[in-house]
């Protein structure tokens, strides 16, 4: 069974600030992906990044960067000098590769309040 | 903006009621899956469409069930509406075999069960 676990519910931070979001999950899968989503008031779902569980090579776009570790099962992610439109509730994500069906099991989210 | 479209926005159905939800795929995608979000909670996989025929199926009962097109649009419907299917509905699209293998979703449709 896949599980994604993400501890923080609500975090508040004042603009300008780096924010992290922690991610943990639970796979018997050798290979698949993970994501971060962003879903603004509006209800939306807004794809940010994915990373494939062979690839545990950490990036930077922009002012989101993550921190992919196999050997803990976690998929942090941080957005560095945040803004008031970063506001919003992230979802953690992991994904199954396959041909077909290969399902989506999100995390509760984390609500991040950017306060100007 | 994704180019994954769903309507109705709002939807409002009394207990017993049926409802039908319509999604249409970003171009180029040829798979379709749908989730439905409680309030407060993560996305739940309800079931995916794959070549017009369900290739994977979440923990729901049977009253949900779904159709894909041949323009890889696609619908879900649920029967004997209950309280608890109160929830934003959403819809996600992907090309199977391509390499991104990204699900990008639509706005989602919001069904409240009175």
């Known amino acids: 069974a896949q599980k994604v676990t993400q501890a923080q519910t609500e975090i508040s931070v004042v603009e300008k600030e780096d924010v992290t979001l922690d991610c943990v999950y639970e796979?018997?899968?050798?290979?698949?992906?993970l994501f971060w989503y962003k879903q603004p008031p509006s209800g939306e779902l807004v794809f940010l990044i994915r990373?494939?569980?062979?690839?545990?090579q950490n990036e930077i776009s922009g002012r989101y960067s993550w921190n992919f570790q196999k050997s803990t099962s976690s998929f942090n992610f941080t957005i560095t000098a945040s803004q008031v439109v970063d506001s919003a509730v992230y979802f953690c994500?992991?994904?199954?590769?396959?041909?077909?069906?290969?399902?989506?099991?999100f995390g509760g989210g984390t609500r991040v309040l950017v306060k100007p | 903006e994704t180019g994954v479209t769903q309507s109705p926005t709002h939807l409002i159905k009394t207990r017993g009621q049926q409802v039908t939800l319509r999604c249409s795929s970003q171009?180029?995608?040829?798979?379709v899956s749908w989730y439905q979000q409680a309030l407060g909670q993560g996305p739940q996989f309800i079931f995916q469409?794959?070549?017009?025929?369900?290739?994977g199926r979440g923990n729901f009962p049977p009253r949900f069930s779904g159709l894909q097109f041949p323009n890889y649009s696609s619908e879900l419907n649920v029967n004997a509406l209950e309280l608890d299917d109160s929830a934003l509905y959403l819809c996600?699209?992907?090309?199977?075999?391509?390499?991104?293998?990204?699900?990008?979703f639509g706005p989602g449709t919001r069904l409240t069960v009175l």
């Open positions: 996600a699209s992907r090309s199977t075999g391509s390499r991104t293998d990204t699900q990008y």
């Open positions: 796979t018997r899968d050798t290979t698949y992906y």
């Open positions: 990373r494939n569980s062979f690839d545990e």
């Open positions: 994500a992991l994904g199954r590769i396959k041909a077909a069906g290969n399902k989506l099991t």
């Open positions: 171009s180029g995608h040829n798979t």
């Open positions: 469409y794959y070549r017009e025929e369900e290739n």
